[in-house]
């Protein structure tokens, strides 16, 4: 399995093991360590290896000597020089090399570029500091902290919204190298004294490309960084024993672990968007973004290794301070000179916050043709008459098996949603995922009976599973039944049940033998809600609706041809209707906070001291932007026919939380207006997300859960 948390296509796979490959053939961890003692920070025998293989052309066009490769394949190879800690001016060169190739003109592009793709030239990139142009083109000021400068022939700096290029050894140039934490790369001071520069030298405009760019990379390498400390956290938890156990049972461990993955996917995700934009200006936000997350990550988690690993990781010996160093340092420059949190805020502003998309293959076009006709069809018909041809096309719920779906891969189901994105398709919600279970797991009798109802809209199911005292432990069942002639009694009591209320059915887990172990011997059940003994009350939630409810059941008989699956094994069929909501709750953007990013602008730009939240606001906005990224890369996996990864898991997670807290941010910013009834919509919000880390499951429990099925990390012994 590839290393490589950025590769999703066969093309990037192959890039990123050979990459890893050659840097652990070079032992570039090692190399790294040794620059803590002899003061070298560009090892020569690493720097021509990746050199030959290509590597410092790969983003140059042919014609210079390069690859014509673009960003995507770039950021491959620096996300495996991060995880290996590989040392040299690497990253600084080959983003001073992409800033010539898309901004510079011919002239420059020939001169320079053939040395920085052979390695023979070093670049660096500098973005911060007093740099400007005079109208003589005399350049003056300085760069106070420059990534590899002190190793770098060419320097490529910003200059107000411009970009000048001047050589390190012109007269007026110093470089001051400095005292870096980060000893496997030099940072340098960079001067300019009355440097004169030829006309094109000087990139008119191209500042913003050149910030666009660096956090692209830069945030490549930081996921190689996340990842590699993640790994090495997770690995230490399930050897290393305390108190008689594995430290990766404990809960707590489990948390930091499980935080530390969800942080890694959505830098994996934010930086893998931005770098295959298709040019610099459209990637804008989507390098701010992929930037505030990698400035995050990489710090978090090489802090968090080391808090897991304990005293061993304090020591000098130890790899881990070698990934804080890398981490610490690479955030630190990526911050310096521009917040990306306060551009993702102007670019929300000004409508550059784009949606997620990518360009389906060919072969979607065959599906695109049937999906405009079924379109054209469904708008003909009166409304009464849509859901009908809905169902019987099946293009109402494409996914399911036929004959009530169309069985459509992922990629028929991508066109699908873009086709009818302005038409209605009823959600179903929990009756959609109930019914969907039947489909899978009940008889034919079943199918025939419950499932067309449902997609016809005659028929509401709810979830019967929560029960008194359970919380998220969905098999701790109490509710039991007896066999009798032809059926069975069920007696007990479900809570938490969404919309039971308004139900026809319920799907209920029943405990069938009590002498079963916990996950054994339950029975599913579907009840009719209307059956003598069944009664329903409607509790009332924090925003006033009753949206859950407790059911009781007093001696309610349910037939043998009314029992989902076999019995005593209804704990497999439970599981596919939480996998089922999982996916449900996990699918969307944003959740259903009510809330969105346009909202929180809008009351950012109207409180009185919105300057003070206006970071937070930048992370809200990431964090919302970036759970679309993780659905799109679920899917772009299944069209390259890559493994499913970790994303469903941890965008339930973040949905959730997300939502909360950009409520809460809300609430704060909004000030008086919704505690006194002047803004209803924000406040419902805001109370009605408080139901959402915990609905489906807690998001403590989803914790232990990534930490589990995800890492490996053990179960806890103390639970049976």
Same mark, same amino acid.
């Given at each position: ?80 020089q991060g995880r290996e800690l590989c040392p040299g001016p690497f990253l600084p060169s ?9 901004? %510079?003109?011919?002239? *420059?592009?020939?001169?320079? #570029?053939?040395? /920085?793709?052979?390695?023979?030239? =070093? $670049?660096?990139? @500098? +973005? ?40 390190? %050894?012109?007269?007026? *140039?110093?470089?001051?190298? #400095?005292?870096? /934490?980060?000893?496997?790369?030099? =940072? $340098?001071?960079? @001067? +300019? ?252 009798d079943q199918r025939e009976r419950f499932v067309e109802p449902v997609l016809r809209g ?105 029992v989902v699956g076999d019995v005593n094994r209804g704990w497999l069929v439970a599981r ?145």
């Amino acid at each position: 399995m590839s290393k490589s948390a950025l590769a999703i296509t066969e093309d990037h796979t192959d890039l990123a093991d050979a990459a890893n490959g050659q840097l652990s053939r070079l032992n570039s961890r090692a190399a790294a360590r040794a620059t803590l003692e002899d003061g070298s920070s560009h090892p020569a025998g690493i720097w021509s290896a990746g050199a030959e293989v290509g590597w410092n052309g790969l983003a140059i066009a042919e014609e210079h000597g390069g690859s014509g490769a673009g960003l995507a394949e770039l950021a491959v190879v620096l996300e495996a020089q991060g995880r290996e800690l590989c040392p040299g001016p690497f990253l600084p060169s080959v983003a001073a090399a992409v800033v010539i190739d898309r901004c %510079a003109p011919d002239s *420059v592009r020939a001169q320079l #570029l053939p040395g /920085l793709a052979d390695g023979s030239t =070093v $670049g660096a990139l @500098a +973005l911060s500091g007093s740099v400007a142009i005079g109208s003589d083109l005399v350049v003056t000021g300085e760069s106070p902290a420059v990534l590899g400068a002190p190793d770098a022939d060419v320097l490529v700096i910003a200059a107000g919204e411009d970009v000048v290029i001047v050589d390190a %050894a012109a007269e007026g *140039v110093t470089v001051t190298a #400095l005292d870096s /934490l980060d000893t496997t790369r030099s =940072v $340098g001071s960079v @001067a +300019l004294r009355g440097v004169t520069v030829a006309d094109d030298r000087v990139l008119r405009g191209a500042a913003r490309k050149a910030w666009t760019v660096f956090r692209i990379l830069a945030s490549a390498e930081a996921v190689g960084v996340s990842w590699a400390t993640l790994e090495m956290a997770v690995e230490y938890a399930k050897v290393r024993e305390q108190f008689g156990r594995t430290i990766g049972t404990f809960q707590a461990v489990k948390h930091h672990a499980a935080n530390m993955l969800v942080n890694a996917e959505e830098t994996t995700a934010a930086s893998w968007d931005a770098a295959r934009a298709d040019d610099l200006d459209s990637a804008w936000f989507a390098a701010a973004v992929a930037a505030s997350h990698a400035i995050r990550t990489q710090v978090f988690n090489a802090q968090y290794n080391i808090q897991l690993h304990g005293g061993i990781a304090y020591t000098w010996e130890h790899d881990a301070h070698l990934y804080l160093r890398r981490a610490r340092t690479l955030a630190a420059i990526m911050a310096d000179g521009a917040d990306p949190l306060l551009d993702i805020v102007e670019g929300q502003r000004s409508g550059q916050a784009h949606g997620a998309s990518f360009t389906l293959p060919p072969e979607a076009e065959a599906y695109r043709s049937q999906a405009r006709e079924a379109v054209a069809s469904v708008r003909a018909l009166p409304e009464d008459k849509q859901r009908d041809f809905l169902v019987d096309s099946g293009y109402l719920v494409p996914h399911w098996p036929k004959p009530w779906g169309r069985a459509a891969d992922v990629l028929e189901q991508l066109v699908i949603e873009e086709e009818f994105s302005g038409v209605d398709r009823p959600d179903m919600g929990i009756t959609g995922w109930v019914a969907l279970t039947i489909a899978q797991a009940g008889n034919d009798d079943q199918r025939e009976r419950f499932v067309e109802p449902v997609l016809r809209g005659q028929v509401m199911w709810c979830q019967l599973f929560s029960e008194p005292g359970a919380g998220s432990d969905a098999a701790a069942v109490r509710t039991a039944a007896k066999k009798v002639d032809g059926g069975w009694r069920v007696t007990g009591q479900k809570v938490w049940t969404s919309l039971a209320q308004h139900c026809q059915w319920g799907m209920a887990t029943v405990r069938t033998d009590p002498d079963a172990p916990k996950h054994a011997g339950v029975t599913m059940m579907a009840i009719d809600m209307k059956s003598p003994g069944v009664t329903v009350n409607p509790l009332r939630g924090i925003t006033g609706d009753s949206h859950f409810n407790e059911v009781f059941f007093d001696d309610v008989f349910v037939p043998d041809a009314d029992v989902v699956g076999d019995v005593n094994r209804g704990w497999l069929v439970a599981r596919a209707t939480l996998g089922n909501e999982r996916v449900s709750i996990g699918g969307g953007s944003g959740g259903a906070t009510g809330f969105s990013p346009d909202d929180l602008v809008k009351l950012l730009d109207a409180a009185p001291n919105g300057a003070n939240y206006v970071r937070r606001a930048g992370e809200s906005i990431a964090e919302t932007h970036t759970l679309r990224l993780l659905n799109l890369r679920r899917a772009s996996r299944a069209i390259a026919g890559a493994e499913p990864g970790p994303e469903g898991n941890v965008t339930k997670l973040l949905v959730a939380e997300a939502g909360q807290r950009i409520t809460e941010l809300g609430m704060e910013l909004a000030g008086s207006a919704p505690v006194v009834g002047q803004a209803p919509k924000l406040l419902r919000s805001y109370l009605g997300n408080r139901a959402m880390t915990i609905a489906g499951g807690t998001s403590e429990i989803t914790r232990n859960t990534i930490a589990e099925r995800i890492l490996g990390l053990p179960r806890d012994p103390l639970l049976k």
